[in-house]
């Protein structure tokens, strides 16, 4: 490490940017130097501007520090990297803006997910989607600026074990997972508790075609021009997202069906899934786990409570793995939404563009 | 109805016994008549032998019987129905010596569900499978005396909409099925607080087996020469079983194919479903709901807390039927676990039973 | 009973307007007969306009009834009496409307309680104070309009059992409560499951204020001139509010102390409660419990879910009577907030209205 | 430090046992040497005789560690301290075959906290209560042994505050208090998930007691001739406790009036409290917490979910500090039941113990 990156945070106020907050306070790589809000929130300190909601206190750091608007200005020009926790409703507009002033931004939201020339890289299963930022750079004509997406929050635990499956088996053809996913994935105030409470809900808008679609993606590979990606052809997603009265941690229910024929023994899953190792171990980046699978042997886990802070939040837990009758094997994933599945994804994805030389 | 019928419950102090006591109360066909639980309570009054743990008070009239042990001798004796909730590990040998002593018993333990010669009924989906009964008299060398047992709370939501689909459209190939179960059905005290809350738990011992095995039986038939069942052959399940922070309802996510092609479409299934009457509507049974399957149009339903008391707890409710990107149709139903998945079915068995003549 | 009244309901999409609408369908006394709700609803028929949160369906009778803005007009001019549930922030001038158009109105909203001329009642507590509506009337030159609001949730459930000790007893000079709240008092969506699982929340803002002043005019009287209130002038009240994650139903810890010495022993205490009959039984008001106040003497209760549906709601559920260290007596109680501690409360006021003939 | 001690821990397998683990794992001062559990677990290992209920894994360090009876034998003889998580049934008689031994214990158990020859201590408020190990070593004869407890877990909390102002104000004539619990105070399987979800139990077996006269002992004071305790004689403490659907985390509300007139004022009492620094501080004290009662301004804390981990789950926060109608003031307190209120307060007890060099 030569010098410590400043970071900027969109979204700052919002549950995401909380946890951004979290990550990057004392983080070694990087200082939180600029954090931007709503234009209510604007001018008023950290502090005022935010309805805190994170167990922990909020990091003395950032207390006093001013709240600014979106804009690509002032402090912002002066961050290596700039993190997105922003409202898909404003997000488009205001990160754009941002890729054009020549920024390096890592977006949770999922405006620019599917865009052809945006990368959609989850950091322990496509950290090779990175690739494709030259040609982003030569793109749009930036020096330094590029844009990252990460993925959904149960996209984001479900594709590290099917990577890591990929890699040593061969394509998959077919995927099906059902989420039982915690209240904080919606935000605050998010989930109304007498809709929660002793209760479950069957649908997530929008959440089953973004595990569909973003499994395709993430799973595929940046084509041989390195101008764009190959999505997998030929496997197919079915997704059911339910809402659980769980507060952190989204557990998924998969069952797959590999190409190859005899199909991996279950014995065979569980080795691939605890050897696998992925470049963000090997660059020894800062929030890397040691283990990107956790599998436990135990019959009746993972478990958000008991799981979810597994590897400080950045581990995949699997459990039950098993043969299924109808498709070839099935187990149970945890992933905590809001580090693995969010800003964590952030600021893995940031500590790897930095090992990587990609933040100029 | 000529006459009231005198009703035994086994196992009166528990969960099941519980709700048992509940639908048997002011019930037009039945009135209770002898309680059985373990020798611990045997000799108190049921007010005093019972952790009472219903919403519903204690009906007046079972406050000061005299709960007897479980032997087929005095009371017992005298009762036209017995219901069984007692736990698996006694019940073996309880309802044999019932059965021996001619009564006529409805058990919602696993104990004989597998039994060759013992029916297992979901009153709504399979009634066809009384049928047996006269050879099991004849085996046993009974006047009047039977056993049927119900099937599994999970179990019993599932195959309703599944019989339905398949009397209309034939056999289904593959069924996928995923749960997420309410803490009722482990009884009392059951699931511990610190497992369940902010939790799920994502194992029920035995529960993913019964549910595949237990659908293959209820879906089969009874043989031509009407002593045995042919169980479904070519159908293929594959269930997975959560724990969920919920009280009552267990809610499940389904995906099925027809053997069928093409396959019936999301409106087919829809209205087969809302049209499917059975023998408990038609025989004008007491506890059956108008109907069946309610079919839910809005994106966020079924919900345990809003659906669970639709047709007083014996109907399912039906949501999000859609096509499957592996399967064919998707849905989620609802069950309430502790009436139609457990006592209800009893019940409702009894039911039928008696408008079909078989209680003599 | 001449004939069926009609009624009409303010806020009739909200929380507490969708127990209004749940509490007089199929009502002997109520039919109703007119919807008011904001201008963004109105138009639309009921189904469509409202987020219905309630475990038993829309009743068919209002489903496709046409939601109006919350005028004096047109049909609610038709209506023999109107019960509002409106919020606070438009309940004020909406309200003095419908009074000023002669309109029989109660109000589940707090704007008009400290008013002088307005009669706050609960209605097995204080329904004496109905004796203030001349004086209203006439100040008002109404003929048949009247204006009576029932109180907060909180202050609704304690009264009850206080008044039935200050009637045995005379007054009290202390009362000292700590509630734990539901989280179905603060509306729909009202608290995000974020700040409840798991969590307490000791603070309701104004609602600690409403306990203390409240129950001073209810166990106060209507003065010698039928004209205005006599508030308690010697008695202390000192309330804390807390939400805890409960969906219905509000458990309060009361301490008391009389002014007479020696004060009464427990076991008077709880015979008085048992013994309590009020005008709503003596006039036989269809709503009315069999006893106002339930007490139970199981250590461990009550409890909000076993115990909030008793007497349908209607019924306060006393237990743990026993002396205090410091003050005389301590108890706890349970009330059904949006039952007897909301709408419930409105409901049963009109039948009380109707039985003394105030309704004409 | 000169050498890190031994330490064993006598109900190791249980809800107390783990939190021990967790805590004494890693310490600087300790080091953990022997695990003590009942003889159905004695010849296992950790790993396998304990049902690990804790978010955090098992400590590496623990779990092959083979657990042995709870008998002053082979590797407790050994021990510089042994801490016990004993259940009340068998604490008694093991607890005083340890103390005969001449070990030094440091007890959570109930069993001697009443004892008059037995310090009964919660470390930041009492410390002082050290002072009768002389008298009950040469009592017992024992040149290095000891038996310390600690207080109940709500007593732990509330007795912080106090005895602050206690030191600032002079005596309190009355302590009124209504507890919230979280279910982790009833160990595991402690309280059945069908007891508390969506409820509350309004009662704790024993625990009001516990409350009001462990208050009387801890903030009384160790006799002139060291060989006693004068408990308070003139204050009033009346205790009401529930239990609440909370996993972590005890709240409690409290009213007080002070024997000093005219009472302090709010923001004296919040300036006591913030500038209440302990032996446990001035010792340098490992888990000593920087902030003893940390007072929050804001109207809705403190919240358990948000503030029970505040000073590693060492500091107790306090927040609603207003006038009492009633008595003088009140305020709510936080405590977290397994750390402050059990398992922590043996562990800062030790350090205390070892800073006063009475561990020898």
Same mark, same amino acid.
């Given at each position: 490490?030569?010098?410590?990156?400043?970071?900027?945070?969109?979204?700052?106020?919002?549950?995401?940017?909380?946890?951004?907050?979290?990550?990057?306070?004392?983080?070694?790589?990087?200082?939180?130097?600029?954090?931007?809000?709503?234009?209510?929130?604007?001018?008023?300190?950290?502090?005022?501007?935010?309805?805190?909601?994170?167990?922990?206190?909020?990091?003395?750091?950032?207390?006093?520090?001013?709240?600014?608007?979106?804009?690509?200005?002032?402090?912002?020009?002066?961050?290596?990297?700039?993190?997105?926790?922003?409202?898909?409703?404003?997000?488009?507009?205001?990160?754009?803006?941002?890729?054009?002033?020549?920024?390096?931004?890592?977006?949770?939201?999922?405006?620019?997910?599917?865009?052809?020339?945006?990368?959609?890289?989850?950091?322990?299963?496509?950290?090779?989607?990175?690739? %494709?930022? #030259?040609? *982003?750079?030569?793109?749009?004509? !930036? =020096? +330094?600026?590029?844009?990252? &997406?990460?993925?959904?929050? $149960?996209?984001?635990?479900?594709?590290?074990? %099917?990577? #890591?499956? *990929?890699?040593?088996?061969?394509? !998959? =053809? +077919?995927?099906?997972?059902? &989420?039982?996913?915690?209240? $904080?994935?919606?935000?605050?105030?998010?989930?109304?508790?007498?809709?929660?409470?002793?209760?479950?809900?069957?649908?997530?808008?929008?959440?089953?075609?973004?595990?569909?679609?973003?499994?395709?993606?993430?799973?595929?590979?940046?084509?041989?021009?390195?101008?764009?990606?190959?999505?997998?052809?030929?496997?197919?997603?079915?997704?059911?997202?339910?809402?659980?009265?769980?507060?952190?941690?989204?557990?998924?229910?998969?069952?797959?069906?590999?190409?190859?024929?005899?199909?991996?023994?279950?014995?065979?899953?569980?080795?691939?899934?605890?050897?696998?190792?992925?470049?963000?171990?090997?660059?020894?980046?800062?929030?890397?786990?040691?283990?990107?699978?956790?599998?436990?042997?135990?019959?009746?886990?993972?478990?958000?409570?008991?799981?979810?802070?597994?590897?400080?939040?950045?581990?995949?837990?699997?459990?039950?793995?098993?043969?299924?009758?109808?498709?070839?094997?099935?187990?149970?994933?945890?992933?905590?939404?809001?580090?693995?599945?969010?800003?964590?994804?952030?600021?893995?994805?940031?500590?790897?563009?930095?090992?990587?030389?990609?933040?100029?």
């Amino acid at each position: 490490m030569t010098r410590v990156l400043k970071a900027g945070i969109l979204g700052a106020t919002g549950t995401v940017g909380q946890r951004f907050i979290l990550l990057l306070s004392q983080h070694p790589y990087f200082t939180i130097h600029a954090l931007g809000a709503s234009p209510r929130s604007a001018g008023k300190t950290y502090a005022k501007a935010t309805k805190w909601k994170m167990a922990q206190r909020i990091p003395a750091e950032v207390q006093d520090m001013v709240v600014k608007t979106c804009e690509p200005t002032g402090e912002f020009l002066e961050c290596d990297v700039v993190f997105s926790g922003l409202d898909a409703d404003v997000a488009g507009e205001i990160e754009m803006a941002f890729l054009k002033a020549d920024l390096g931004l890592f977006s949770n939201a999922k405006n620019y997910r599917t865009h052809e020339e945006v990368p959609l890289i989850v950091p322990m299963a496509n950290p090779s989607h990175f690739d %494709l930022l #030259a040609h *982003q750079r030569s793109k749009h004509s !930036l =020096s +330094k600026g590029f844009l990252v &997406t990460n993925a959904n929050c $149960s996209t984001s635990g479900m594709v590290v074990p %099917l990577k #890591a499956l *990929q890699d040593a088996f061969g394509p !998959l =053809s +077919k995927i099906m997972v059902t &989420t039982m996913q915690a209240v $904080s994935g919606a935000g605050y105030p998010g989930v109304s508790s007498l809709d929660i409470m002793d209760n479950v809900v069957p649908f997530i808008g929008g959440e089953e075609e973004k595990m569909e679609w973003e499994t395709l993606k993430i799973l595929g590979s940046v084509n041989k021009d390195l101008n764009g990606f190959d999505l997998l052809q030929s496997t197919k997603v079915s997704a059911t997202c339910n809402r659980v009265p769980v507060i952190d941690g989204h557990t998924e229910c998969v069952s797959i069906e590999f190409e190859r024929k005899p199909a991996p023994s279950v014995e065979e899953v569980i080795r691939v899934m605890e050897e696998y190792r992925t470049e963000a171990q090997a660059l020894g980046c800062h929030s890397a786990p040691e283990q990107a699978i956790i599998v436990s042997r135990e019959d009746d886990r993972p478990q958000p409570r008991l799981d979810r802070e597994n590897g400080n939040g950045y581990s995949v837990t699997v459990g039950r793995v098993r043969p299924c009758n109808i498709l070839d094997i099935k187990f149970t994933l945890l992933v905590h939404n809001t580090i693995l599945g969010a800003a964590g994804s952030g600021v893995l994805l940031a500590e790897l563009a930095q090992k990587k030389g990609l933040i100029v």
